[in-house]
């Protein structure tokens, strides 16, 4: 079974509204195990509609379309899927009820207009809308000699939500007599590229049928490997998952810091807390992206002490008792550290220090940087690396290169 | 002129991302006056791109293909071009050096992977891509006997978006003929709702022909009011521009803190600078937020001493010597203040502790928030709010609004 996604309105050609819907609506339809493969957008516009309609049909067992059902006359969706049935509209009069009564309780004449409203194309049927008044179609077309449906729902998010919820996808699994389950889990890495990730792990992804394998990369919240499987029931979709998770995890090891909503952040303070331990940060480059961070995570407080943002020399000196000559520098970076541990009264401190750009400073290029930890009763640690990108990038990257040090040398304690 | 757009990522079909590209594109599009009438979103499938492509290209003069110019196996749409061209793939030796080049930077082993990204169609051009390792490609292609044109950009919004703005749309009025210079700038304003703003300026809005005026809501960025005009030439595009400037901002007044790409921060910093005084931050519920986006302004050292993120109460006490019994209180908020002044050796001290929530605090809603301001030689000041929205828009909100207030404090000075 495959459903594609039409979606109509001038205002999403030109860029004034995002088109969320298709993208909610091809999320629906891979939940459910019905294929979706070419989703378009055109424009209040009978002619083009006609022509796209017709072309999708070609390729699937139906469409959702997706807008153009308001009162207003360039909304033209029930014209365009009464030329691809090549039939015309009817007026029905059960339907101008149904209008007239959502007006008689909002207190407001009707505009004439609204009657558009109330066709149908002769042979379609109605799929009821008891939140506004555009009620969706359902249509049968034959093309090429197959028997193809067409439903159209309103662009409004909560009455399409709704009206594909209650009978679009219902209707659709019928038809498809299939009743699989499908369901998604996302391992989240930090620690390789993209095509590093892709190779550690290409014979899983070549081999793979169910569950299937794919790559997200979600910039500073990490690289994504998206594991979905399709079974008769959902426990057997989630077991199939699980199989594949500790497959993966076995080659991919600890560069997975999480699952799903599961952030780095919220990986570094379950490991805090466990220990009880509490945490004290102190940046220079990241200018208190790491302390936001871990403060964006309901809770944090338990754990976390606070952070000292120590832009300038004379912050990190009078504060923290940095003694280093250059700022950035191991010496600079462990100071600052033990800083924390000491300042934010705090258990475990650590540290970030280094060249944002945009221009070379100490004589050490952009996206050097040096990170150090205080852990409990140990010598500080501190270790140097080299972040790609800009002044922006390098700070969101720092941010999480941190975070992801402190988990790493954490699950080393175990 | 009519340029479509063709979006490639089953990740876009499967909802897991929504695509904005395409939007974004569109409105680039309709700014320059170019049309644009199907957008499309297809999967990772060769077969389905080359279609796709193929049939956007019988209607349309060019077409943006978005994506799919990764390094994975996956990303095919090079070799989608250039079966739609009738040719094959070559590497081009200037493209792996440049390629290399980025990950020789980075200190890392280039993966073989990688290499596809210097393959292009024969006969085709390369866009390049300063910032990213995704060359684009733009090529040439005889539909039905005419000459089409299809750009390649990556799927990446901050590359693609770089290579549509300095390439992709100057190519394409280059091609159509139109000597029309179309110019736009954003007036940034904080300290209103849309619609307030709307009411503000209703009958400039209306009167709109060239330039128009339009709204957009940026969240945290604040609400744009966006002006466009078309001249014959730049200069008389700019004109026009200046002239309705001038006349919004007699009207907005000091709702505008910037235009462009002048952020808040950069409006506060702009003002310390031309003072001479350097700024310190105690920050509360919003965790090092407020002295990560100080730091984001490149040239910041100058003027940013440092941020103390005093998330636990003893925190405040032991090192900003807060003695205020509640931390959300007046008494907290200019302790605080005061305190980053004392304890980062700064001009000005600016502070901000309130409740983000998920929980109320001290007796106190969520939401409620107080700043305060300590300036050289002046008593500190107060000032309380309540902000709207969750715990990500209460420290967002927190974060835009001190620096709002401290930017108008400092031209009341004046």
């Known amino acids: 079974m495959r ?16 088109d969320t819907n298709s993208a909610w609506i091809g999320e629906q339809l891979a939940t459910a195990g019905i294929d979706t493969f070419d989703h378009r957008k055109v424009g209040d516009n009978l002619p083009r509609m006609v022509t796209a309609l017709r072309d999708l049909l070609r390729g699937a067992d139906a469409v959702i379309v997706c807008g153009g059902l308001g009162p207003t006359p360039d909304d033209v969706t029930r014209d365009a899927i009464a030329q691809v049935m090549g039939t015309t509209l009817e007026r029905r009069p059960e339907l101008i009820e149904h209008i007239a009564s959502l007006f008689g309780t909002r207190g407001r004449d009707m505009p004439a207009n609204n009657l558009r409203q109330a066709d149908v194309p002769v ?213 600052m550290a033990t800083g924390a541990q000491r300042v934010l009264g705090a258990d475990v401190g650590i540290s970030a220090t280094g060249v944002a750009g945009p221009t070379p400073q100490d004589g050490q290029p952009i996206g050097t940087v040096w990170f150090a930890m205080a852990l409990p009763g140990l010598p500080v640690e501190s270790v140097q690396t080299r972040l790609p990108g800009d002044r922006f990038r390098v700070r969101q990257f720092a941010t999480i290169s941190l975070l992801n040090l402190l988990r790493l040398r954490l699950d080393a304690m175990q």
């Open 123 to 335: 042979g379609g049927d109605v799929i009821p809308n008891p939140i506004g008044t555009a009620p969706g179609l359902q249509c049968e077309v034959t093309i090429d000699g197959a028997t193809r449906v067409v439903y159209a729902v309103p662009g409004v998010p909560y009455e399409m939500q709704q009206m594909v919820t209650d009978h679009v996808l219902p209707d659709l699994l019928e038809r498809s007599g299939e009743r699989a389950v499908i369901l998604s889990r996302s391992l989240k890495t930090w620690g390789t590229s993209e095509s590093g990730l892709a190779e550690m792990i290409a014979d899983r992804v070549d081999a793979q049928t169910n569950p299937t394998i794919a790559f997200l990369a979600r910039g500073i919240e990490g690289l994504y490997v998206r594991v979905t499987a399709k079974g008769q029931t959902e426990e057997e979709a989630r077991e199939l998952i699980e199989t594949e998770e500790r497959a993966l995890r076995g080659v991919l090891g600890d560069l997975v810091f999480g699952i799903d909503d599961e952030t780095m952040e919220h990986a570094v303070l379950t490991r805090l807390h466990a220990r009880g331990w509490t945490l004290g940060i102190a940046e220079s480059l990241t200018g208190g992206l790491v302390g936001a961070r871990i403060a964006d995570v309901p809770g944090a407080s338990a754990t976390f002490r606070g952070s000292l943002a120590s832009y300038a020399t004379e912050v990190k000196r009078d504060v923290l008792g940095v003694t280093a000559e250059h700022v950035v520098s191991r010496e600079c970076a462990e100071e």
């Open 3 to 18: 459903c594609d996604v039409l979606a109509i309105g001038t205002e999403l050609l030109l860029g004034q509204i995002v």
